[in-house]
């Protein structure tokens, strides 16, 4: 039996079937909607299409951050128990959540000063985040230690992609990720911004075309140029209920890519959702390094 824990959170969309064979630790995090709170379930729900809808017809999700307390109802009992914990957090850069893993990690150490607990910050969230995390856990379940697993998630989380496209503007407005002028002119002019996860673990546009068909080919393109072993990549397509462009992706894939292996299809959770909303698109893989 390991002397550690493998815990992560549920910013990575990890669906719940794996949590459930994998018998994984997750720490799950809160969405509110008209007032509600509710805590991600990773599907188990079977809610997705309508969350979705519901965007579509004038809900507006809000997320907010874990508190210390919560991480400490997560953590302690593992400290009370004998083991140590490693942490694969989603990106530092996206939330200041993961200030609040380090804050409760520093005041429960001073208490039980005999563990130790490993952060590791992906740089990633969602599917490249759960990517990472399915090849991290494989390697805890073959025996590895703390720090090895650590190492290759810390050697490797840098080759966990994600390339996407979002149908309506107005959710990364609201989110601050673009001014009103640009999402009201992109509107207008039907432009589609293609978004990477960078380098620095941040969102950022790498581009902008002209509808979402050639958006969609676009992001395809760059799969294929950054797979550099087609039938390890691991690929998942994300999509916030685009059923049919999550369709037509894969077709892109393969005729770019016919090495490809299988390719996972997932809905993008909540809390994701809440700030790309309905209609987004993407491909994840492990692949090369970042280009940018």
């Known amino acids: 039996m390991n002397p550690y824990v493998f815990m992560t959170d549920s910013d990575s969309d990890l669906p719940f079937r794996y949590v459930d064979e994998l ?3 997750m720490v799950y995090m809160p969405y509110m909607v008209d007032g509600k709170e509710y805590m991600d379930d990773l599907g188990r729900n079977g809610k997705q299409k309508e969350y979705f809808d519901n965007m579509r017809n004038g809900a507006a999700p809000v997320t907010s951050l874990l508190p210390s307390a919560a991480y400490e109802e997560y953590f302690e009992p593992c400290f009370k128990e004998g083991k140590d914990i490693l942490f694969v957090a989603f990106s530092s850069q996206l939330s ?4 609040n893993i380090y804050a409760t990690r520093e005041a429960l150490l001073a208490k039980y000063p005999e563990r130790k607990m490993i952060v590791v910050d992906t740089l990633s969230i969602s599917a490249p985040q759960s990517i990472l995390i399915i090849k991290a856990y494989e390697l805890f379940k073959a025996g590895k230690s703390m720090e090895e697993v650590a190492q290759w998630l810390e050697e490797n989380k840098l080759r966990a992609q994600a390339w996407f496209t979002v149908e309506d503007l107005k959710y990364l407005r609201r989110g601050g ?22 380098r620095e673990g941040k969102l950022i546009s790498t581009d902008k075309v002209q509808g979402r068909k050639r958006a969609l080919r676009v992001i395809a393109d760059k799969a294929a140029e950054n797979i550099d ?3 390890n990549a691991c690929a998942i397509i994300l999509h916030a209920d685009a059923i049919e462009d999550a369709q037509r992706l894969e077709v892109l894939l393969r005729e770019r890519i016919p090495a490809l292996g299988e390719v996972e299809h997932r809905y993008v959770g909540p809390v994701i959702g809440a700030h790309c909303g309905p209609g987004t698109v993407a491909i994840c893989f492990l692949g090369k390094e970042r280009p940018c």
């Open 177 to 198: 990720r673009v001014s009103a002028v640009a999402a009201t002119l992109g509107t207008v002019l039907d432009l589609k911004p293609i978004i990477v996860e960078s």
């Open 229 to 231: 072993d087609p039938a």
């Open 23 to 25: 018998d994984m630790t």
């Open 96 to 99: 200041s959540t993961i200030n």
